[in-house]
């Protein structure tokens, strides 16, 4: 809906010029301990290949705003900045 796709466009934006913070785990044996088990949110990408599903987990500490992500297809924890995660 409309509504939907107007709020969604600062996020779009921001995971368009993103980059990950860093890489945490790139082949983690559980996504439990990450949040990515039950993600927060799951953001769908819509590529000219296709798309992607964008999994944001937990918080990686109380006292912050930075989380987990990984991306459908790709084994790889990284954390995302605290601005994009906010989003």
């Known amino acids: 809906n409309h509504a939907t796709q107007r709020n969604s ?24 301990p990450f949040g990515l088990d039950k993600p927060s949110a799951v ?11 964008v999994k944001i987990g937990s918080t990686t500490a109380a006292d912050s705003e930075e989380r987990f992500a990984t991306v459908e297809g790709s084994n790889v924890i990284a954390v995302l900045p605290a601005g994009l995660s906010k989003r």
């Open 9 to 32: 466009r600062p996020l779009v934006s921001a995971a368009t010029t993103a980059k990950q913070e860093r890489v945490v785990d790139e082949k983690p044996a559980d996504l439990k």
């Open 43 to 53: 953001v769908t990408l819509v590529l000219k290949n296709g798309t992607k599903a």
